[in-house]
């Protein structure tokens, strides 16, 4: 009855509800996920806002990745948590209305994060070939209109589906894996003219300062390959051989919890990773708990009725 009105292929459906038991364990961590991203992520996002130390254009990359890890938590993840749970309760109504709309969010800001990470590749390579050109070439407003451009490919990318799902399958797969072949690219070509050059000390060119950053860069890529490959593999081998049996379905939702799990990783990573950052989110903490605290104690004590001693106690 739902084949000619719902937005996803039915049999999908059909095929998945096979395994009710493991998508309510989907749903349940898909929801505390969300709630840790969409926490975590805003504590980022607010404290690039106060990071005075940190390079403009290192404030935008770290912001367009916080900020698609945040719509992952607000968005993504409760659609797929909908998605899971009409699975779960055996609901093909639920099923067609979240389908579609989940599949494109997710999409779409996983198309983003990946952008997002080979230009930050990009700017790290820039960063040691242009040396004292750097903060003249790589201003904020060229990272701005390239994110901007990532956004809008990644959006086109998205909607093609409009035009044909395969269109969009197959163009999505092409940007995912030109945007890891790229940053595998630069970063690999960092690491050996490091190693060849061995740059000196020099008062506006930090070597230590430099390697710390782009180590730390390399373990958010390091993080991001270990949660999205195992999806992008599920992606391809069901793509080459069909969205119909059930082990490439399900693989597909283990793989896209995992996948989507990562951004509420990257918030520990940053704070871990970069001091500035980690500063500016405890001052945020220690501020927002001292506020909590200040408000509950007026809540509480605006409830408590002072005694009157003056009057007595009446008996009652």
Known sequence: MYNGSCTLDISIFISLSQAPFAYHFLSIGNLLCSLTAITGNAIILLALRRCSSLHPSSKALFS???????????????????????????????????????????????????????????????ALILRFRYRKIVTVK?????????????????????????????????????????????????????????????????????????????????LFLSTYLPFVFALVVATAFGFSSFPQLFALDITSFLALLNSSLNPVVYCWRIKEIQREAKHLIRNSHSCYSIILGRFFQSRVMPLNTSQGVQPV
């Open 64 to 126: 367009s990745l916080a900020l698609s890890d945040f719509g992952v938590g607000l968005v993504a993840q409760p659609l797929f948590a909908a998605y899971t749970f009409a699975i779960a309760w055996d609901n093909p109504r639920l099923f067609c209305i979240i389908g579609l709309p989940y599949s494109l969010f997710s999409s779409f800001l996983g198309l983003v994060s990946f952008c997002t990470i080979s230009v930050v590749a990009l700017d790290r390579h820039l």
């Open 142 to 222: 060229r990272i701005t209109l390239i994110l901007m451009v990532a956004w809008f490919l990644s959006a086109f990318f998205t909607v093609s589906r409009i035009f044909s799902i395969n269109l969009r399958r197959i163009a999505s797969n092409l940007m995912l894996v030109s945007c890891l072949l790229l940053a595998l690219f630069f970063y690999l070509k960092t690491y050996i003219n490091l190693r060849q050059h061995k740059l000196r000390m020099e008062s506006s060119f930090s070597v230590f300062y430099y390697r710390k950053s782009t180590n730390s860069m390399f373990i958010v890529f390091c």
